[in-house]
């Protein structure tokens, strides 16, 4: 059974750093894209970043490129996601997820139908 395990949240002010991590099993991870997503209340899910399979190529959301980065150690399987100078804006809940294809197709990897597996879910919140 596929499982994505997501953790790191938590209370920051505003400009502080958060990393989140996202253990998985059931799987040979290495052999497909990954990706984070958020879900702010009453907002839907929407994609922060995707990272290819070996690392090579990435892809992020405008509203986090130059603050986030999204990372991976296959032999430990596991996800990151470094996020600095945070706002309050990106107070939501952060997922982890794992693309139903191998392969890096950067049109479709921001997109939720393209993900087969996901985390529960770490809440972030930043205060002003």
């Known amino acids: 059974q596929v499982q994505l395990v997501e953790s790191g949240g938590g209370l920051v002010q505003a400009g502080g750093s958060l990393r989140l991590s996202c253990a998985g099993s059931?799987?040979?991870?290495?052999?497909?894209?990954m990706g984070w997503f958020r879900q702010a209340p009453g907002k839907e899910r929407e994609f922060v970043a995707a990272?290819?399979?070996?690392?090579?190529?990435?892809r992020y959301a405008e509203s986090v490129k130059g603050r986030f980065t999204i990372s991976r150690v296959n032999a430990n399987n596991t996800l990151y996601l470094q996020m600095n100078s945070l706002q309050p804006k990106d107070t939501a809940v952060y997922y982890c997820?794992?693309?139903?294809?191998?392969?890096?197709?950067?049109?479709?990897?921001?997109?939720?139908?393209?993900?087969?597996?996901w985390g529960q879910g770490t809440q972030v919140t930043v205060s002003s």
């Open positions: 990272i290819s399979s070996s690392s090579s190529t990435k």
């Open positions: 997820g794992t693309t139903k294809r191998t392969g890096w197709n950067f049109n479709l990897v921001s997109r939720l139908n393209e993900y087969d597996y």
């Open positions: 059931g799987r040979t991870f290495s052999n497909y894209a």
